[in-house]
């Protein structure tokens, strides 16, 4: 079963192409909010530098922390809840209570300005 909510349309397209979506789960796939599996797609690299680094496993990483969060909660994400708890670094054992926890994370990239503000 792959979920296809928030797909972006090449994805998806790519995916009805593969024979993994149907036509009408293409277009559902524009109108929904939330991240989405790119497990069976074509493999993509994080960067020219970074070949042997592929996204589609960050974004799977993503989903399996972001499924644990929501059997704990019980409730549906935000957008702002789903960037960041998509990155806790123990999404089983973590406190989540909104403006009382201090979470630990493990980002992907993290791009810094510094003083003289270039990056």
Avoid: W
């Amino acid at each position: 079963h792959m979920m296809v909510s928030g797909l972006p349309r090449a994805f998806a397209q790519q995916a009805r192409n593969q024979g993994l979506l149907s036509k009408l789960q293409v277009g559902a796939c524009q109108h929904a909010a939330s991240y989405s599996s790119i497990a069976g797609i074509e493999k993509v690299a994080m960067s020219k530098m970074e070949q042997d680094e592929v996204l589609n496993d960050r974004y799977k990483a993503i989903e399996e922390r972001l499924s644990i969060v929501r059997k704990r909660l019980n409730q549906p994400l935000t957008l702002a809840e789903k960037v960041v708890y998509g990155h806790l670094d123990d999404p089983e054992g973590q406190e989540l209570k909104r403006g009382v926890s201090y979470l630990k994370l493990r980002p992907d990239r993290v791009a810094m300005q510094d003083a003289t503000a270039q990056m």
